[in-house]
């Protein structure tokens, strides 16, 4: 005998906010390692007095990318009522992050001397620190 399908909201489990939330620390995480990396390479090529090439552009693209998955995760979350406890500090962190990077890397490729590498540098640390205050607001801090 077969179970019987009962098509009602209540008989499909909800673990989307489960699984979702188990997924935003680790993205953040990853996010905070990848825009450190960056920082890290746009540092040593300041240090060396070189200006920031294109791979380092193309680097800081995916963590942008990494970005835009985390905003979708949030929105995700949101929709799935999940909420973090200061709302609007969290997406205000959330989406001012995703202007960092690309206003970084139009400057940076605008300048082309070692300041170029050293507002990359900024930029990315900028984004590690504010995927910290995102953890924060997240966990209720």
């Keep these: 005998m077969q179970p019987r399908l009962d098509a009602s909201p ?3 489990p909800s673990v989307t906010p489960r699984i979702l939330d188990a997924v935003w620390t680790p993205l953040a995480l ?3 390692a990848a825009a450190l990396a960056v920082g890290t390479w746009a540092a040593w090529r300041a240090a060396r007095d070189q200006p ?3 791979r380092q552009l193309i680097a800081a693209g995916v963590v942008e990318a990494l970005l835009v998955v985390q905003l979708l995760v949030g929105i995700g979350l949101a929709l799935a009522g999940t909420t973090a406890p200061d ?4 997406w205000g962190y959330l989406v001012t992050t995703l202007f960092i990077l690309p206003v970084a890397a139009a400057w940076a490729f605008a300048e082309r001397s070692r300041w170029s590498s050293v507002v990359l540098l900024v930029a990315a640390l900028t984004v590690a620190f504010l995927q910290y205050r995102i953890l924060q607001v997240w966990a209720g801090a």
Excluded: K, M, Y
Excluded at 87 to 90: H, K, N, V
């Design 10 to 12: 209540r008989a499909v």
């Design 30 to 32: 990853t996010v905070v």
């Design 52 to 54: 920031v090439i294109l």
């Design 87 to 90: 709302g609007p500090t969290f």
